[in-house]
């Protein structure tokens, strides 16, 4: 078989072709490659790799703020209780001392309203000297008039 010039130079074209293509293809290749690496390295900036570190940094920023925040709150919690025992013992303590007064109100209400008959002959014995006594001349209404 013989090759013809018009042959070698259509093969040798194609070969060129096929270089340059598989040229183009490292170079893209080599390119990408190259971006890759800079994303995955720092580069003070733009790289998704400080991009990440920034990400972290502010995550661990937050999560700092957040346990501030708990640790308030839990500050906060603690005074709640606190003021509600307060709140307790004292709302114990006046009920106490209403239940005294009611009792004391109780006894003195007691100790009046029993004793009206008394306080009613004391005012008579007030109003009428010779009350309950019969001296002869006055007859009180302590005493029998029929006698």
Same mark, same amino acid.
Request: hydrophobic share 35%; aromatic share 2%.
């Given at each position: 078989? +013989? ?33 890759? *690496?800079?994303e995955v390295k ?11 570190? $920034? ?11 957040? +346990? ?8 906060i919690r603690d ?5 509600? $025992? +307060? ?7 006046? $009920? ?10 109780? $006894?003195?209400? *007691? ?26 001349? +006055? ?9």
């Amino acid at each position: 078989m +013989h090759i013809t010039p018009d042959q070698f130079g259509a093969a040798v074209g194609g070969l060129i072709v096929m270089l340059g293509a598989l040229g183009i293809i490292v170079a893209k290749g080599w390119q990408a490659l190259a971006d890759i *690496r800079g994303e995955v390295k720092h580069d003070h900036g733009s790289s998704m790799k400080d991009a990440s570190t $920034r990400t972290e940094e502010k995550v661990d920023s937050l999560g700092a703020a957040l +346990h501030a925040v708990e640790t308030g709150l839990g500050g906060i919690r603690d005074e709640i209780r606190n003021n509600r $025992r +307060h709140a307790d013992e004292e709302h114990e303590s006046l $009920r106490d001392e209403l239940h005294e007064l009611r009792g004391s109100a109780d $006894r003195t209400h *007691r100790d009046l309203s029993g004793g009206q008959k008394d306080l009613a002959s004391q005012l008579d014995e007030l109003t009428n000297p010779c009350a309950g006594w019969d001296f002869g001349d +006055h007859v009180t209404s302590h005493t029998n008039q029929e006698d």
